[in-house]
Nanobody
Framework: QVQLVESGGGLVQPGGSLILSCAAPGFSLDDYHIAWFRQAPGKEREEVSHISKSGGTRYYVDSVRGRFTVSRDNAKNSAFLQMNDLKSDDTAVYYC??????????????????WGQGTQVTVSS
């Protein structure tokens, strides 16, 4: 059973920054597109960003574009989400997900092959 592992979440003040990491122990991420989702209490899980296998294509949802940066290091078998200028609305559990196929709808959670357990990000003063 493949399990992705997120880390880097925590409590941060508005305007602060965090870097989330996604690792895949014993499993190669090279052949997978990687997405970051988040889920706030009482809300549906939403896609935040995704990055292609090579890293050449990146997407961001409007609410984070210009503040978040997705990246990957295939040599380190990891993906990252740099989050700057965090706002209270960014408070959620953040998940990384991996999918082998090119998707028509990247925002559909059921389309992904593997998930992590999530890491909590809380933005509060």
């Amino acid at each position: 059973q493949v399990q992705l592992v997120e880390s880097g979440g925590g409590l941060v003040q508005p305007g602060g920054s965090l870097i989330l990491s996604c690792a895949a122990p014993g499993f190669s991420l090279d052949d997978y597109h990687i997405a970051w989702f988040r889920q706030a209490p009482g809300k549906e899980r939403e896609e935040v960003s995704h990055i292609s296998k090579s890293g050449g294509t990146r997407y961001y949802v409007d609410s984070v574009r210009g503040r978040f940066t997705v990246s990957r290091d295939n040599a380190k078998n990891s993906a990252f989400l740099q989050m700057n200028d965090l706002k209270s609305d960014d408070t959620a559990v953040y998940y990384c997900a991996a999918v082998w196929s090119q998707l028509h709808d990247w925002g559909l959670p059921g389309a992904y092959d593997y998930w992590g357990q999530g890491t909590q990000v809380t933005v509060s003063s």
